[in-house]
């Protein structure tokens, strides 16, 4: 295997599902694999939520839907987002619930679905106040006549969705107001649903039918009780000495003061490691002689350079990041360091990357990096 992969530890997903759903009354969860799930691996990340028992997964192309099919898992899956109408039939042939915002795809759905003789599952999804997908709340009266009949569609859920239950508790109250209009109009009996994993932090209990986290189960949310699930791994492809006022990397952006050890880890911007933190990111190396080792000189496509305090050999094994909030060492930092949230450094954990699975301490899955 490649010497830089991906460490994806399930014990940690579970704990998480477990809190998150804790916190919201125990309501079953939709588990949100959009994005290759976070950067860790859709498959693996849906097959096991998939063992430890959600509603369903979700996700956010009908082409991720494909690949969870493809792949062989067979439960629920919910396509967020507006379905284009031109996407009813491929949504459909794949068996994914789709979300509809628009009176053309609610009709391109019913269309595809009578053709096939189906009843078709799908959420409505309604706008409560972030302005982007879902009909307008005033338009629900409207839905619920249509739907009576639209004999290809089958109503199996109603949500919304917060835009910022992080920081604005008076919006979101605002939110939730008109999502509760929303289930007068439909009453019992679809699922409804409204609450990412900051709704389920901050707005709880508010499980409704179910939440809908993704960032949580990943644990990149500190101060929750949350643990982040993945770290990053790399072994030195080089370890060498080099004579004081040696330029490190392209642009020669380090000087080396004196005589240094200077290791390379063959994992770069091409992986996802932002290209904005050379000289500011830190790794790990593990083990007995562990120590904190700055990245030096500029991130390349391919490969970082790293200042050991003394020699090493081939085997030492680093954490580029660690499954943790470290300030300069791990996705949240990097997030932090570069001005962005921790979705953005999770989502761009490359393909490439190899990615292993552990339970229990022990691998049960791999996925080779392309
Ligand atoms: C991405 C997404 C989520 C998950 O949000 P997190 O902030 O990652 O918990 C939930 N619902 C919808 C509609 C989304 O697009």
């Not at 239950?165 to 409804?192: C, D, H, I, K």
Request: glycine letters at 12%; hydrophobic letters at 45%.
């Amino acid at each position: 295997m490649r010497p830089a992969w991906l460490e994806v530890n399930l014990d940690s997903l579970a704990h998480n599902l477990q809190r998150l759903r804790a916190r919201a009354g125990q309501v079953p969860a939709i588990g949100v694999v959009k994005a290759n799930a976070y950067g860790h691996g859709a498959v693996e990340i849906g097959r096991e939520l998939v063992r430890l028992g959600v509603w369903g997964l979700a996700v956010a192309t009908v082409e991720e839907g494909r690949a969870l099919r493809q792949a062989g898992l067979t439960a629920r899956v919910l396509l967020l987002g507006s379905l284009h109408p031109e996407q009813a039939e491929a949504a459909l042939s794949w068996g994914l619930i789709p979300s509809l915002s628009t009176l053309e795809a609610a009709e391109a759905v019913e269309a595809r679905a009578r053709a096939l003789g189906i009843r078709a599952e799908v959420h409505l999804e309604f706008d409560t106040g972030m302005g982007r997908t879902g009909f307008p709340v005033a338009e629900a009266p409207l839905l619920k006549e249509r739907l009576g009949r639209w004999e290809g569609l089958e109503l199996g859920g109603v949500y919304s969705h917060f835009a910022d239950a992080e920081e604005n508790p008076s919006w979101t109250a605002e939110q939730v107001m008109r999502f509760a209009e929303v289930q007068e109009v439909f009453g019992p009996g679809p699922l409804y649903h409204l609450c990412n994993t900051a709704g389920v932090l901050n707005v709880s209990p508010l499980g409704l039918g179910a939440i809908r986290p993704g960032i949580g189960l990943y644990g990149l949310w500190p101060d929750s009780g949350l643990k982040p699930i993945a770290r990053l791994l790399a072994k030195p492809t080089l370890v060498k000495r080099l004579p004081p006022g040696q330029r490190i990397g392209y642009g020669g952006l380090y000087t080396t003061q004196g005589e240094e050890w200077i290791a390379t880890l063959p994992i770069g911007y091409a992986d996802g490691m932002p290209r904005l933190l050379y000289n500011r990111a830190t790794v790990r190396q593990l083990g007995p002689d562990g120590a904190e080792c700055p990245v030096v000189g500029r991130i390349s496509m391919d490969q970082i350079t790293v200042r050991l305090p003394g020699p090493t050999d081939l085997k030492a094994l680093f954490e580029v990041a660690s499954a943790d909030f470290h300030p300069s060492g791990s996705l949240w930092g990097w997030a932090q360091l570069t001005g962005t949230v921790s979705y953005e450094p999770a989502v761009r954990l490359a393909a490439r990357l190899p990615r292993v699975y552990l339970r229990g301490g022990v691998e049960v899955g791999r996925m080779e990096g392309v």
